[in-house]
């Protein structure tokens, strides 16, 4: 069955670092796109950074420049490097998997990890 499982979450000072892992089980990277969500108390889920299935990324503008996805075939794991980490990026994050680009709109299935949290605090 799919399965994502996030790893590498936790507590970290204002403009530390961290490193998120999804590893994807039963997930084609030629297939499925891959994103990072976050969801912070009291917002709504957003965007944080997508890594097409032709390794095209985007990032939500609140992090250009300070995160990194990336995706490691061999291991069928996606990587959220986050840099110079502020409090407003604390959040549960979660991993994302698409499919609907490949197979067409309504054609494709997505699922979600159980999430990790991202606290930010001095």
């Known amino acids: 069955q799919v399965q994502l499982v996030e790893s590498g979450g936790g507590l970290v000072q204002p403009g530390g670092s961290l490193r998120l892992s999804c590893a994807a089980s039963?997930?084609?990277?030629?297939?499925?796109?891959m994103a990072w969500y976050r969801q912070a108390p009291g917002k709504q889920r957003e965007l944080v950074a997508g890594l097409s299935r032709n390794d095209f990324a985007k990032y939500a503008d609140s992090v250009k420049g300070r995160f990194t996805i990336s995706s490691d075939n061999a291991k069928n794991t996606v990587y959220l490097q986050m840099n110079n980490l502020k409090p407003e990026d604390t959040a549960v994050y979660y991993c994302?998997?698409?499919?609907?680009?490949?197979?067409?709109?309504?054609?494709?299935?997505?699922?979600w990890g159980q999430g990790t949290q991202v606290t930010v605090s001095s």
């Open positions: 994302n998997s698409d499919s609907s680009a490949y197979y067409g709109p309504g054609r494709g299935d997505a699922y």
């Open positions: 039963r997930i084609n990277f030629f297939i499925y796109d």
